[in-house]
């Protein structure tokens, strides 16, 4: 099954981006070659500018302490585990505890050391990274690849409480959903939501076999999905053919 994932607000626009740039850096960082660390940096450095919206950290501190007094208010529920509510519990105090005590915002860190300055200010410039423009950049990718593992894992340190509490925030609003399955006619669907209730993200589940795309909108009142076929040309174009998905809708 392929998951789409479809964010209703531009907070989640921005989790989901953190979270595709955290995961990425993870994959790229173990690996030897030079250039996956080179990309590994410039992963880093976007993370640095998604991460600089002035507001970001305190709507990361609010969503977590949001969940803490959700679960909070789980306590004396004989059907849930007061063992599993702590562990849950612990972990948001940790990411807030840790995220808090962050000076300014993630990656300022970052900011301070010039080199590491200086080769962001180059990648903006194609081909501006070249062993004649930053020599000691060019250097650098010539040391042992644990070394540079070494200083990659050093810089990213500065990140890791937000994406750990970005992670976390992630992952219990997709535990909350309920899948449900769900018809797309000729290619179609729509659903009203639920008034009262205001949902942040849609997941969506599609088997590859069917070879379609979905074309994902919403708001707070209704959502609607129209799948789509690639052409040879690359073009997209509208299915007409009843289809199957399963459709998660998380608060």
């Not at 995961?23 to 960082?29: K, P």
Request: aromatic fraction near 8%; include cysteine.
């Amino acid at each position: 099954m392929i998951l789409y994932e479809y964010p209703f607000n531009e907070r989640l626009r921005t989790y989901l981006r953190l979270e595709h740039l955290f995961r990425r850096l993870g994959e790229l960082m173990p690996r030897a070659h030079p250039l996956d660390h080179h990309y590994a940096l410039v992963t880093m450095f976007e993370i640095m500018d998604v991460a600089a919206r002035a507001d970001l950290k305190a709507d990361v501190l609010k969503d977590l302490e949001r969940h803490k007094h959700q679960f909070d208010g789980y306590r004396g529920n004989p059907s849930i585990s007061e063992a599993a509510l702590d562990g849950v519990i612990g972990q948001l105090d940790h990411c807030f505890a840790a995220l808090n005590g962050q000076n300014g915002k993630a990656g300022q860190a970052l900011t301070e050391n010039d080199w590491l300055m200086s080769i962001r200010s180059r990648m903006g410039i194609p081909g501006g990274t070249c062993g004649f423009d930053l020599p000691a950049y060019y250097a650098w990718q010539h040391h042992a690849p644990q070394e540079r593992q070494h200083d990659l894992e050093t810089w990213a340190a500065s990140l890791g409480p937000l994406a750990e509490s970005v992670y976390l925030l992630l992952r219990l609003m997709r535990d909350a959903g309920l899948p449900q399955k769900v018809a797309a006619e000729r290619g179609q669907f729509q659903q009203n939501l639920p008034q009262g209730r205001t949902f942040q993200l849609l997941r969506l589940a599609l088997d590859p076999a069917l070879q379609v795309i979905p074309e994902i909108s919403g708001n707070r009142l209704i959502v609607s999905v129209r799948l789509m076929r690639q052409e040879e040309n690359g073009r997209l174009a509208p299915s007409t053919e009843d289809a199957f998905f399963e459709l998660t809708l998380c608060a």
